[in-house]
């Protein structure tokens, strides 16, 4: 190969020749052997790329980044069937063409407590417009308990039992309370939440739904 001999990328020139010379000379003056591994350099390009050139691979790329960001990943509800405490199969994907709120929560967990003044209110509010509520008590949560505070506090909405934890299982294995999953009219899961959060932003997304 001639000393001369240089590759162009871009505007900017590499001797290659003078950089088998140097990493040969260092290999022998660390004392290692002369074999050893070269890595490529840049690819070998006849001329730089044009104006032209740079602005079509930039549409081109930028166009399929724009399909790209048109599909929708939010990902969808778990398709599970909750157990009320009257014995109602309640199916998520049944209910599908209307928005779901979902909360797991205990009767020992003051911050779900908290939260049932604000969940008969949205009860009363949108449930004429479809809205329905699911308060699904915790697995380690005694079904006596949970039906004795459902009737005193007259809870208008669905409660269901998770005894054997499926349901907090599905939902990515939930084990703090309260955590509250707001479902689309087309299933999708648009909020999650874990604590009692901002119950205002909560109420405004389902007022648009």
Not at 52 to 74: E, H, M, P, S, Y
Not at 95 to 103: A, D, E, K, Y
Not at 154 to 173: I, T
Request: aromatic fraction near 8%; proline fraction near 5%; include cysteine.
């Amino acid at each position: 190969m001639s000393r001369q001999k240089v590759n162009t990328f871009f505007g900017q020139s590499v001797r290659n020749q003078d950089f088998f010379h140097r990493s040969h000379r260092n290999a022998k003056h660390n004392g290692h052997s002369s074999s050893f591994a070269i890595i490529a350099g840049p690819p070998r390009l006849k001329k730089p790329m044009t104006l032209k050139t740079a602005l079509f691979a930039l549409l081109l790329f930028g166009g399929a980044a724009g399909i790209f960001q048109l599909v929708d990943r939010t990902p969808l509800a778990p398709d599970h069937t909750f157990t009320s405490l009257n014995g109602e199969q309640i199916s998520l994907r049944q209910l599908r063409g209307s928005p779901v709120l979902v909360t797991f929560w205990a009767t020992d967990c003051a911050s779900c407590l908290s939260e049932i003044p604000t969940l008969i209110n949205w009860h009363h509010r949108f449930a004429n417009r479809g809205l329905k509520i699911i308060a699904v008590a915790m697995y380690y949560d005694p079904p006596n308990r949970v039906l004795e505070l459902t009737r005193e506090r007259k809870l208008p909405y669905d409660v269901a039992l998770d005894v054997d934890g499926s349901g907090a299982a599905d939902f990515g294995n939930v084990n703090l309370t309260p955590t509250t999953f707001l479902i689309d009219s087309t299933g999708k899961l648009i909020l999650h939440q874990i604590g009692m959060g901002d119950l205002v932003e909560l109420e405004a997304r389902i007022s648009t739904l």
